[in-house]
């Protein structure tokens, strides 16, 4: 059972250069959500989808989009990359919403914008 | 403004005493809380939660205590072992503010037990 997979694991961009960061899970979750975790930085929640076609802004969703149109892909896009977003970014998900239930994480991706 | 603190970057324990990893929150309304490991080059997992309504809630060698009028929750791990070496977050959220949309996480805690 894979769970949550996350690719690439590791990534370069120069500024400037657009990307996708891929997740996908086979537990038929209906949540899916991206998170980045920075140095002496919490994790912190990009955007999130409670469904195939509904999609929503977490804390910092500046730089990013995302859609989800089946309910096991959950694509994370970058339209022009800048250093700032210089991070390890995180996918995960749950069976439903709902903040009782435990999330299930990728290994995640690093990545670093030149 | 930080909502979820771990004022311990690091804590460094001795393999079979017990390891206790504080977490401490500022928002009252948070009712459900919970704590994920790290491991480098991997993803959280989830390790333990407790819910408002308990102030103590045990699994193996894992128990969270809740101290709702400090706002302050701690992860007790007996005995300790080199495997429980990681990264822990506690994270917090409340009823009225939604889902797991919600959850605010700490910077982490990173554990290393010595053998």
């Known amino acids: 059972n894979a769970g949550v997979t996350q690719t690439p694991k590791f990534q370069v961009l120069k500024t400037g250069q657009s990307m996708t960061l891929q997740c996908a899970q086979d537990?038929?979750?209906?949540?899916m959500s991206w998170y980045r975790q920075d140095p002496g930085m919490g994790l912190r929640l990009i955007h999130y989808?409670?469904?195939?076609?509904?999609?929503d802004q977490g804390e910092v969703p500046n730089g990013y989009n995302v859609s989800r149109s089946t309910t096991e892909d959950f694509p994370l896009r970058l339209l022009s990359a800048a250093p700032s977003q210089t991070s390890v970014y995180f996918c995960?998900?749950?069976?439903?919403?709902?903040?009782?239930?435990?999330?299930?994480f990728g290994s995640g991706t690093q990545l670093s914008v030149l | 403004d930080q909502q979820v603190k771990q004022n311990s970057p690091s804590l460094s324990v001795q393999e079979g005493r017990i390891s206790i990893l504080n977490c401490d929150y500022t928002?009252?309304?948070?009712?459900?809380f919970l704590w994920y490991k790290k491991y480098p080059a991997e993803g959280p997992t989830f390790l333990i939660s407790?819910?408002?309504?308990?102030d103590k809630n045990e699994d193996g060698r894992f128990t969270v205590f809740l101290n709702k009028s400090a706002k302050h929750l701690s992860l007790h791990i007996v005995p300790s072992q080199p495997g429980d070496s990681a990264v822990y977050f506690c994270?917090?959220?409340?009823?009225?503010?939604?889902?797991?949309?919600?959850?605010?996480f700490g910077k982490g805690t990173k554990l290393t037990v010595n053998p």
């Open positions: 995960a998900s749950s069976y439903s919403p709902s903040r009782t239930e435990k999330l299930f």
């Open positions: 537990m038929n979750h209906e949540y």
């Open positions: 989808s409670v469904g195939a076609g509904i999609t």
């Open positions: 928002n009252s309304m948070f009712d459900y």
């Open positions: 407790i819910s408002s309504i308990k």
């Open positions: 994270a917090a959220s409340s009823s009225p503010q939604g889902g797991s949309e919600k959850l605010v």
